[in-house]
DNA sequence: GCAGCGATGTTATAACATCGCATATCCGCC
DNA sequence: GGCGGATATGCGATGTTATAACATCGCTGC
């Protein structure tokens, strides 16, 4: 049975509670793009995402997209891979641990790792230099499972 | 004393020599846009680069500067920090080993950490998704310690 | 009504990066 | 010396990603 699609729209809906709790609202544009985002796990470009935006709303224009992303993001709904100007829905509602960004060079698909001692090790490692994380958003570029067994998925 | 000078001298030298040993050549325009990096530690971006290169080379063209920083980035002498579009000279001849690329959200500064305890825990953390590890450059925004001690370096 | 305000529409442009093809330079070989 | 391939550069155009600037809409409170 398709659960998919339910998942998605629960999703939504817990993204919609939480931005309410903060006081801002999640449009129907932001909708949108965080379910277009949830439709592809692997991360997504701001002028893909355009062009499927067109499609319902034929008069999206770049500021729409990322006037909607960058929304997403300061709700911490979404996260940019910088390194290959890739977007992606956050696995996990609100974190407030830092993720890892596995990014894959082969297929460019990016995977959201959530790990404690690694964060831990991290924490130590900048306090050791004086520096204090800002962001949770770690980028590494690792080769995906899939591609590791050569399979090299799209 | 000026050692900043021949500091870079050398490690220009130094620079050469690794292309060398590896069948490929430092030309001037590599040579100048290495140099340039060494000169902006906290790093620099692709068209500032460009600007200063035509002081002395009226002719250059973003082609110019780019196929430098390939070039330099596939030797090993420089990396790209995607989440900024900077590119900085590396600390470290050559390493095997990946480092952390600390990218201050104030003043937009790029430290570069050598760090075998965080890397052991980053491997331990990627083989147990099956990941593996692929490029030297891990990106983490975190605030350096000018500008968390609130000196907010240009 | 009508200010105040957040969101959106719209046009243009800034900023970053690559392509394609011609020319030049180097180097080993005949 | 002359040739041929590989590498490097010049140069114009183009492609891609992101933001600026300003107008408008729709709601809420007064
Ligand atoms: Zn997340
Ligand atoms: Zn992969
Ligand atoms: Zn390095
Ligand atoms: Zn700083």
Known sequence: ???????????????????????????????????????????????????????????????????????????????????????VACRHGAHSSPSLFLVCPKCNGVTELEDPDMVTSLYASLAATGHRLDSPEVEISAVCPQCVAGREAA
């Open 1 to 87: 049975m398709n659960s998919d699609l339910s998942d998605a729209t629960q999703a939504l809906e817990r993204a919609a509670a939480s931005c309410r709790e903060r006081g801002a609202s999640l449009t129907a544009i932001r909708r949108e793009v965080l379910a277009l985002l949830y439709r592809t796990p692997k991360g997504i470009k701001a002028y893909d995402l355009l062009e499927q935006m067109r499609q319902t709303r034929g008069n999206a224009s770049p500021p729409t997209v990322y006037r909607a992303l960058d929304f997403l993001i300061e709700q911490g709904l979404a996260h940019k891979i910088g390194r290959m100007n890739l977007f």
